[in-house]
């Protein structure tokens, strides 16, 4: 447990005061009562940025002001759009502008990945997945082999925690690699899980892909905005993510990709192809051959959609003014700060009707802002409940989850103070 905080309420308006992301909180807008002590939702929806409705305004008066032209004369013009993600993307994407881009949406993307990335060949045919995968993304695997005609029971290892853990570890992982190695053509893991909130080692896992022969790919739905990416040095195959949680582009707002240098520089990458990701000097010739442009953005097929993109643009400038290294430190600091005072607030108590058990885990740099807590004896929803109607706002996932998400550039340390001492009128933290 990391003690080197203190336990008054006075200490986290200290915490506060000296927050050097403290300003960035009022470009975001809050929702109102009942959720008004606060909102640890970000991993679900972020908040909208204020800048969102002026930017929204403003491509709807180009959009009155100039019609289809406004795709060469709007202030942005709507043409090049999506290029202006590139920059911010790639920082925070841990990669080169040329390595990622705006498009579609997560499981979209995702497909469009497997297209170009799962590759049975010989033997080599299964695919590694966690069992606890987002159920989007293990239908999207399961619908994948079945295009090709195999049993998804035969070809998906499903891989779950050893018996007494709640957690994958990364050797568990790799040993499964290097077990099915002849046989293995694709990972696909998370890079935080969405329901533990474990974020993995992506680095060893990808070496171990590639030591096995395999391409290997990551939904980032939860490690986007949350923690430290390095896809690039990481030797990572693909990775796509959504931009309504971390991101704050807004519900369904348009999601992302990345794809290696390597393979995006190669032309004859397989893919899903679309005039989008065609040459853009011949785009508009609308003849000839498809000639994919390179890096990500020649995985693109579809123009970009502005209007979806516009969240996504108002929260990457709060992002790229804040700086990942001070929204990391902030991030890792919330976490640890709230992981204590569960640790020192929720004490045993007879009167207390609920037990709870953290299944994140919560050494560095295998958690991002969230924190999982497990609620035993079926009792999660009644505490969720009673939590939700003391105006916080946190999000329940069955059958005995809450899971609490502190954001940097929005979350105040006296709200975590507040939830965890309201957690702890009801709550014993059971020790695993
Ligand atoms: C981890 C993860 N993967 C995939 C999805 C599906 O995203 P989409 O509906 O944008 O395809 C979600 C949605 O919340 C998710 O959390």
Not at 115 to 122: E, H, I, L, Q
Request: glycine content about 6%.
């Amino acid at each position: 447990m990391p003690t080197k905080f203190l336990i008054t309420r006075a200490y986290s308006v200290q915490l506060d005061k000296e927050d050097p992301l403290a300003e960035f909180r009022k470009e975001f807008l809050f929702p109102g009562p009942p959720a008004a002590k606060a909102y640890f939702c970000g991993h679900s929806l972020g908040l909208q940025p204020k800048r969102t409705k002026e930017l929204m305004l403003h491509e709807l008066a180009d959009w009155e002001k100039w019609g289809v032209e406004g795709h060469w004369k709007a202030a942005n013009p709507w043409l090049h759009y999506h290029q202006s993600f590139a920059k911010p993307l790639s920082v925070l994407a841990g990669a080169y502008p040329d390595e990622v881009v705006a498009m579609n949406s997560l499981t979209t993307n995702l497909h469009f990945m497997l297209a170009s990335f799962y590759r049975p060949a010989g033997k080599k045919i299964k695919i590694i997945t966690e069992a606890w995968n987002f159920p989007s993304d293990r239908f999207a695997l399961e619908s994948l082999v079945k295009l090709y005609g195999y049993d998804p029971k035969k070809v998906i290892i499903e891989l779950k925690p050893g018996k007494k853990n709640t957690a994958l570890t990364t050797e568990e992982i790799c040993a499964s690699i290097q077990k099915n190695k002849d046989s293995l053509a694709l990972v696909v893991l998370s890079g935080v899980n969405y329901y533990s909130g474990q974020a993995f080692d992506m680095e060893r896992i990808s070496q171990a892909t590639h030591l096995a022969g395999a391409f290997v790919g990551f939904d980032l739905a939860h490690a986007i905005g949350n923690i430290p990416l390095h896809l690039h040095d990481w030797k990572v195959d693909f990775a796509v993510w959504c931009s309504y949680k971390y991101l704050n582009g807004g519900p369904g707002a348009v999601g992302g990709a990345f794809v290696h240098q390597k393979h995006g520089h190669d032309k004859t990458t397989p893919r899903m192809a679309g005039w989008w990701g065609h040459d853009h000097n011949t785009r508009f010739n609308l003849e000839g051959t498809y000639k994919p442009l390179s890096g990500a953005a020649g995985f693109q097929v579809s123009n970009a959609p502005v209007f979806n993109m516009i969240g996504l643009k108002a929260s990457l400038d709060i992002f790229m003014q804040a700086g990942l290294t001070a929204i990391n430190k902030k991030r890792t600091t919330m976490f640890n700060y709230m992981v204590f005072l569960i640790h020192a607030l929720c004490t045993e108590d007879q009167k207390k009707a609920f037990s709870i058990q953290m299944i994140t885990p919560v050494t560095q740099q295998q958690h991002g802002s969230m924190l999982s807590i497990r609620v035993e004896k079926n009792k999660g929803k009644q505490l969720f409940d009673l939590l939700s109607k003391q105006g916080f706002m946190l999000d329940w996932r069955e059958p005995d989850v809450i899971r609490i998400a502190p954001v940097p550039l929005y979350n105040k340390y006296q709200e975590i103070y507040s939830f965890v001492l309201e957690l702890s009128k009801h709550a014993v933290l059971v020790r695993l």
